[in-house]
C-alpha cells in the first residue's frame, strides 16, 4: 500500500494498528498452543483433589458410574484409619470410655485389604465403625493424631457414616473430593477451557515419588505448589520424623530456585484454610515454630507467617510471588480462586509470547 498518500500521523495510526493485528494473530495462535500446569507439592497436599475439581467445574463431570467406582476407596479409607485410631489408642494407652469397643475395634484390625468391598460386605463394619467414633477414649485419640498418621479426610466419612453406611451408598462429588488415594506415577488431564486446552500434570508427592518429577519439567507454562497449612505440627509419612511444613519448604525451595523454571509462573496454594480454621483453636504453631512473631490464634497471623516461610527461600525476589489460600475440597472455593489463577497464567503467557 503506498503510504505516501497519508500524513505523518495516519501513517503512524496505520503502523500501531498494524502491529496490534500482528499481536491479536500471535496470541490467538499462542492460546491455540497447549497451557501445561503443573501440580507440585509434597503428598497429601491436595494436588489431586484440585484435578477432581478441574473436572467437576470444567471438564466432563463425575457420572453415577463413576462415582460409584470411589465407594470401595471410601470404605477402604473409613476402615483403615479407625483401624489406626484403634492401634494408636492402645499405644498411647488411653482408656476405652465404652468396654464393649474392645470387641468393636478387634472386629476393625480383622480388616485386610483384600479386593473390593461391595456395600452388603461393608455393612458388618457400620455399627463397630460408628460406636468406635462415638467413644470418648477414640475422640481423645484423634486430638492427638499428629503423634501418629492418620488421613485428613477420616473425620469427613465418619461424620457421614449413616449415609455411608447405607446399603446402595452412591458417593456424592464431595464424597469424590475428601475420598484418599495416593497418587504413583505421572498422570495427565486434558481440559478445554472457554476454548484453550489446558493440560494439568498430577504427580505424586511423597518422597519416592519425586524422582519422577523432573520427567515432566519440559514446557512448562505454570506450576501450582500445594502446601497443607493445617500441617504445622504433623510429621512426614515417609520418616515419621520430619516436620511436614519443613518438608514443604524444602522442597518449595528446589523448584522455585530451579533454573528449568526461571520462566515459569509460580502460583502457592495455601491449602486445607479449613483445617488450618480448626487447627489454631486447639494447637499452637509456636510450639512448632518459636520464632513464630504474632497471635497463633489469629488466622491472618498464621497465615502471614506460612507465607513469610516460603517467600523467605525464593532467591530472586524480583519476579511476584502469586499466592492464594485454598480449601480443594470447596468447590465454590476452587472456582473463584482457579478464574484468579487462570488470569494469572494466560496474562503472563501472553507477555512472554509477546517478548519472542
Ligand atoms: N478438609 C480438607 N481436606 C483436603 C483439602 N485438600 C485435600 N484434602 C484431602 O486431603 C487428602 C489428600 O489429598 P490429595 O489430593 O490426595 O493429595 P495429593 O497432594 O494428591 O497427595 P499425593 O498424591 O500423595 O502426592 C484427601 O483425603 C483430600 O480429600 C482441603 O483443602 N481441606
Ligand atoms: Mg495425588
Given at each position: 500500500m503506498a503510504?505516501?498518500?497519508?500524513?505523518?500521523d495516519e501513517q503512524e495510526a496505520i503502523r500501531r494498528s498494524r502491529q496490534i493485528d500482528k499481536q491479536l494473530q500471535q496470541e490467538r495462535r499462542s492460546l491455540k498452543q497447549e497451557i501445561k500446569i503443573l501440580l507440585l507439592g509434597?503428598?497429601?497436599?491436595?494436588?489431586?483433589?484440585?484435578?477432581?475439581?478441574?473436572?467437576?467445574?470444567?471438564g466432563s463431570d463425575y457420572s453415577e458410574a463413576d462415582r460409584l467406582d470411589f465407594r470401595h476407596t471410601i470404605y477402604h479409607n473409613m476402615l483403615k484409619g479407625t483401624k489406626i485410631l484403634v492401634e494408636?489408642?492402645?499405644?498411647?494407652q488411653i482408656p476405652l470410655q465404652n468396654?464393649?469397643?474392645?470387641?468393636?475395634?478387634?472386629?476393625?484390625?480383622?480388616?485386610?485389604?483384600?479386593?473390593?468391598?461391595?456395600?452388603?460386605?461393608?455393612?458388618?463394619?457400620?455399627?463397630?465403625?460408628?460406636e468406635l467414633w462415638k467413644d470418648a477414649g477414640i475422640q481423645s485419640t484423634v486430638k492427638r493424631s499428629n503423634e501418629f498418621q492418620l488421613g485428613d479426610s477420616l473425620t469427613y466419612f465418619m461424620k457421614n457414616i449413616q449415609r455411608v453406611g447405607l446399603l446402595g451408598y452412591l458417593p456424592s462429588r464431595e464424597d469424590v473430593l475428601h475420598s484418599r488415594k495416593a497418587t504413583r506415577g505421572i498422570h495427565e488431564y486434558n481440559i478445554d477451557i472457554r476454548g484453550v486446552p489446558f493440560r494439568f500434570v498430577d504427580v505424586g508427592g511423597q518422597r519416592s515419588q519425586r524422582q519422577k518429577w523432573f520427567q515432566c519439567f519440559d514446557e512448562v507454562t505454570s506450576i501450582l505448589f500445594l502446601i497443607s497449612s493445617s500441617a504445622y505440627d504433623q510429621t512426614l509419612l515417609e520418616d515419621r520424623v520430619t516436620n511436614r511444613l519443613v518438608e514443604s519448604v524444602n522442597i518449595f525451595d528446589t523448584i522455585v530456585n530451579n533454573r528449568c523454571f526461571r520462566q515459569v509462573s509460580i502460583i502457592l496454594f495455601f491449602n486445607k484454610t479449613d483445617l488450618l480454621i480448626d487447627k489454631i483453636k486447639e494447637k499452637s504453631i509456636k510450639d512448632y515454630f518459636p520464632e513464630f512473631p504474632g497471635n497463633p490464634r489469629k488466622l491472618g497471623d498464621v497465615?502471614?507467617?506460612?507465607?513469610?516461610?516460603?517467600?523467605?527461600?525464593?532467591?530472586?525476589?524480583?519476579?511476584e510471588m502469586y499466592r492464594h489460600f485454598t480449601t480443594a475440597t470447596d468447590t465454590g472455593n476452587i472456582k473463584v480462586v482457579f478464574n484468579i489463577v487462570k488470569d494469572t497464567i494466560l496474562t503472563k503467557h501472553i507477555q512472554d509470547i509477546m517478548q519472542i
Amino acid at each position: 500500500m503506498a503510504t505516501c498518500f497519508y500524513s505523518p500521523d495516519e501513517q503512524e495510526a496505520i503502523r500501531r494498528s498494524r502491529q496490534i493485528d500482528k499481536q491479536l494473530q500471535q496470541e490467538r495462535r499462542s492460546l491455540k498452543q497447549e497451557i501445561k500446569i503443573l501440580l507440585l507439592g509434597a503428598g497429601e497436599s491436595g494436588k489431586s483433589t484440585f484435578i477432581k475439581q478441574m473436572r467437576i467445574l470444567h471438564g466432563s463431570d463425575y457420572s453415577e458410574a463413576d462415582r460409584l467406582d470411589f465407594r470401595h476407596t471410601i470404605y477402604h479409607n473409613m476402615l483403615k484409619g479407625t483401624k489406626i485410631l484403634v492401634e494408636a489408642r492402645r499405644r498411647l494407652q488411653i482408656p476405652l470410655q465404652n468396654s464393649k469397643n474392645q470387641e468393636n475395634g478387634k472386629a476393625i484390625s480383622s480388616y485386610h485389604r483384600e479386593g473390593e468391598l461391595s456395600d452388603e460386605d461393608f455393612q458388618p463394619y457400620v455399627t463397630p465403625l460408628d460406636e468406635l467414633w462415638k467413644d470418648a477414649g477414640i475422640q481423645s485419640t484423634v486430638k492427638r493424631s499428629n503423634e501418629f498418621q492418620l488421613g485428613d479426610s477420616l473425620t469427613y466419612f465418619m461424620k457421614n457414616i449413616q449415609r455411608v453406611g447405607l446399603l446402595g451408598y452412591l458417593p456424592s462429588r464431595e464424597d469424590v473430593l475428601h475420598s484418599r488415594k495416593a497418587t504413583r506415577g505421572i498422570h495427565e488431564y486434558n481440559i478445554d477451557i472457554r476454548g484453550v486446552p489446558f493440560r494439568f500434570v498430577d504427580v505424586g508427592g511423597q518422597r519416592s515419588q519425586r524422582q519422577k518429577w523432573f520427567q515432566c519439567f519440559d514446557e512448562v507454562t505454570s506450576i501450582l505448589f500445594l502446601i497443607s497449612s493445617s500441617a504445622y505440627d504433623q510429621t512426614l509419612l515417609e520418616d515419621r520424623v520430619t516436620n511436614r511444613l519443613v518438608e514443604s519448604v524444602n522442597i518449595f525451595d528446589t523448584i522455585v530456585n530451579n533454573r528449568c523454571f526461571r520462566q515459569v509462573s509460580i502460583i502457592l496454594f495455601f491449602n486445607k484454610t479449613d483445617l488450618l480454621i480448626d487447627k489454631i483453636k486447639e494447637k499452637s504453631i509456636k510450639d512448632y515454630f518459636p520464632e513464630f512473631p504474632g497471635n497463633p490464634r489469629k488466622l491472618g497471623d498464621v497465615q502471614d507467617f506460612l507465607v513469610s516461610m516460603f517467600n523467605s527461600v525464593r532467591q530472586d525476589k524480583t519476579q511476584e510471588m502469586y499466592r492464594h489460600f485454598t480449601t480443594a475440597t470447596d468447590t465454590g472455593n476452587i472456582k473463584v480462586v482457579f478464574n484468579i489463577v487462570k488470569d494469572t497464567i494466560l496474562t503472563k503467557h501472553i507477555q512472554d509470547i509477546m517478548q519472542i
